[in-house]
C-alpha cells in the first residue's frame, strides 16, 4: 500500500504534512510519498526521521495551488503543482491513495479531471464523520460541490450507505436526507423532489428526513444533503464548540468551578472534550465518486491529524470500495 | 400596547403560554389578549392568577392547526383557528403585535395571507438572534421561506440591518451573506448573484461572505441566508450545544472533575450554560416583511421562554421599524 501525501497543503505545511507522514509509516504498514518541494521536503524530513529507514520517499513538484486561486482552473494550468502530481501518481497506478490537506476546491477539482468520475455518478461528494455521543453520523455531501441535484443527492445517499457499511462497518445503515421537518412534504424543491426518489430506492436503508439536530444527536448513521448546506452546517460546528468551550470556561471561572478543578484539570478537560468533538481528529474525508480513493483533511491539520488521515486512507484503499460503487451505479 | 398571544400554540400549550403571559404583564407594562378555547384559557387563568387584576383578556377560538397541517391550506381552512384569530386581531388594530410558539409554517401563512407582506417585499424573514461570546448575530431567514432568490436575500439584508439598528441598538451593523467561502467567487449561483447585488447596495454596510463558523463566533451583526439553510444551521445547534453538554458531563465523571465541582455547582454550570446558549431563552423572533408586528416562538417554549418572547415583541413594536421598512423598499 503506498499514499501520496501533498506536502505542501495545509496551513501547516509542510512541515506538519511530513511529520504526520512519519509517525503513519511508524503505525500503519504503509508506504508514503511525499510530493512537493523536494529540497524544503528533505531538510525537515532529515530533521524529523533523521536515520531511520522509513518507507518514504519524496516526489518533486514545484507548484502549489493556494487556497484564493480557482480550483478547476488552478488544476488545468499549474501541471506541475502538488495536489496535480500527486493525484497523477494514483492516476498512473503507481500509489493507490492520494491526501491533502490543502485547498479542498483543488483537491475535488483534481480528482475529477485526473481521476475521472465514476460512470454514473452526476458529482462526487466528501463525506465527512461528524462525531455523536454513541459514535458516528457520515454527512454528506460537505462541500465538494454546490448547487447539487436530486440525482446527484441520491448517488451521495447510495455512496455514503456503502461506506458506513464496508468503511465505518456499520450494519444496514440507516440514511436519512437533511431537510426542515420530518414530513415527506417539507423542504425546498430540491428535498422534496430528493425524497421522492429516494422513497423509491430499494437499494438503501431511506429512514425519511433528518432535521438539522438529528446530525450531532446521531440519530442516522449517513445525512445526505447539498455541498453548500453541508459545508456551512459543519463550519457552524466547529465555531459552535468553541463559544461553547469558551463560555463553559467563563462560567467555571464565575462561579469558582475553575479554583476547585485547578488548572491542570480544566484543561485536560477541554483537550479532551475538543478532541472529541473535532472532525478533524477523524482525520480525514474521502471523496466519493471519483475513480481512485482520495482523502481530503482539514486545511488546520497538525501531524496527529495527518497521521489519523493517512489511517483512513488505508482503511478506505483496503475496502475496496471503489468496486461495490461501481457495481451499484 | 396589546399583544394577541395564540394560547394554543406550542409542545406545553396552553398552560405555559398562560403563566408567561400572567408574568409578561406583570412585568412589561402592556395588555394581552389570550386567543383560544376560552373555558381551557380561563380555567388555567384562574389557577394562576387567581384574584388578581391582570390587563388579560380571552378571545374564543375553537380550532387549533396542528404540525403536520399543510401550513397555507390550513389557514385558509381553519378560519376560526386560535393563530388566524389572534392574526385577525392584528390586521383589524385590536391589537399592536401577534406572538405564537405553535406551526411556525402556520404563524407565517396566517402573516403572509392575513397581514399581507409589505408592498417591495417577496419573502418575510424569520430573525434569529444567536447567542455569541460577545452578544448576538441576527440570523435571517431561519425558517420562514425555502428556495429564496437572491432578491428576497437582499431583502432580508436590509430588513435585518434595520432591525439590528432600531431594536437591537447596534450601530451601522453589519451585514453579511452566509456562503462556503470568503471568496466573492465562492457558492452557488444563489450565493454568488447575491453577493454582487449586495456589493453594490449602498443602503447596508455590507461586509462580504461569512462562513458557518463565523455565526457562533459574532464576526458579523447580522447574517443572511435562504431559509432552509437557516432552518438547519439553527436545528444543527441546538443538537450540537446537547451533545456537548453531554460529553462535558461524562469527561468530567470520567477525570474526577464531577467530584470535586459537586453535584450542585455542576448542575448550575450546566443551567448557566444552556440559558446562554438556548435561543428561545431570546424568546422570540421577529418575522420581518409583513404589514404588523408578528413574532415566533419555539414550540418547545415555557413560561419563561413565552414571557421573554412578550418583551421582545413590545420592544419591536415600540421600534416602529415596521414604517422604517416600507421606507426603505
Known sequence: MKIAVDAMGGDKAPAEIIK??????????????????????????????????LPITVCHADEVIQMNEHPADAVRVKKNSSIVVATNLVRDGE????????????????????LKRIHGIGRPAI??????????????DSGANVDSKPEHLIQSGIMGALYAEHVLNIKNPSVALLNIGEEETKGNEQAKETYQLLKNLSTINFAGNAEGRDIPRGKFDVVICDGFVGNVVLKFGEGLALTIMELLNEELIANGGAK???????????????????????GGAPLLGVNGYCVISHGSSDAKAICSAIGVAKNYVDSKILDRIRDAL
Open 127 to 140: 463525506a465527512t464523520p461528524i462525531p455523536t455521543p454513541n459514535g458516528t453520523t457520515l454527512l454528506l
Open 260 to 282: 476547585l478543578l485547578g488548572r491542570e484539570l480544566i484543561a485536560a478537560t477541554f483537550k479532551n472534550l475538543s478532541k472529541r468533538l473535532d472532525v478533524s481528529e477523524n
Open 20 to 53: 504526520g507522514a512519519v509517525h503513519a509509516v511508524q503505525k500503519y504498514s504503509c508506504e508514503i510519498v511525499l510530493v512537493g518541494d523536494s529540497e524544503k521536503i528533505y531538510g525537515i524530513l532529515n530533521d524529523v526521521a533523521g536515520d531511520k529507514n
Open 95 to 114: 500509489c493507490d491513495a492520494v491526501l491533502s490537506a490543502g485547498s479542498t476546491g483543488a483537491a475535488v477539482a483534481a480528482a475529477q479531471l485526473i
